[in-house]
């Protein structure tokens, strides 16, 4: 979780983030997402928080290590997972090249502002192997972005989020709309599943 000066938020506020996302159900995307991986893939957690969705992958046997700029949910993201969490801020990444068969960011690139979302994009694809696949899920809105508070908030049309993804060498594989279970209308998160250009 990061954006220009939004780390502090959760710095502040992590062990509310803790508590609120352990609880919050993922599993509809995280296994849309493994279906795509090989068994015993190598699995990147952007912004991992607290470690929920890491917790999951290592208990399903891969090879999971998250990433969080906030060193409290990073901690914590240890403890839940007894996986390796790496601290590093999205907008000064360095990744090793071609190093994850997946990619998994759940809401975590609403917080880069929009010119800096395709280098980092790129940087994600320099990560994946040929053909690995990235999963993001951010919500949507008519291009809005700016400070809600003390946290950057990007609220892009999909559109442009598919642009950006395409111009960094992603394909499409799917894409779907978040909660479920819920009238479209609050269904405002839009969640896609991209694949390395080989």
């Known amino acids: 979780m990061t954006g220009p000066g939004s780390i502090g938020h959760y710095v502040a506020h992590a062990e509310a983030y803790a508590e609120a996302l352990l609880g919050h159900d993922t599993s509809d995307s995280r296994a849309r997402f493994l279906a795509l991986l090989p068994a015993r893939a190598a699995i990147l957690d952007l912004g991992c928080g607290p470690g929920r969705d890491l917790r999951a992958f290592a208990a399903a046997g891969h090879a999971a290590v998250g990433l969080d700029a906030c060193p409290a949910l990073a901690a914590r993201a240890r403890a839940e997972s007894g996986c390796e969490v790496w601290e590093r801020d999205l907008l000064a990444l360095t990744l090793p090249p071609e190093r994850f068969d997946g990619i998994f960011a759940q809401a975590v690139l609403m917080h ?69 279970g819920v009238p479209r209308r609050r269904q405002t998160w839009l969640a896609g599943l991209w694949r390395r250009e080989a």
């Open 112 to 180: 880069v502002p929009t010119p800096l979302l395709e280098p980092l994009l790129a940087e994600l694809a320099r990560a994946l192997r040929p053909a690995g696949v990235l999963y993001c899920c951010d919500p949507t809105g008519d291009g809005l972005e700016g400070w809600d508070g003390d946290r950057w908030m990007s609220f892009r049309r999909p559109q442009t989020t598919r642009r950006l993804l395409h111009r960094a060498g992603f394909v499409p594989v799917e894409e779907w709309r978040r909660p479920p």
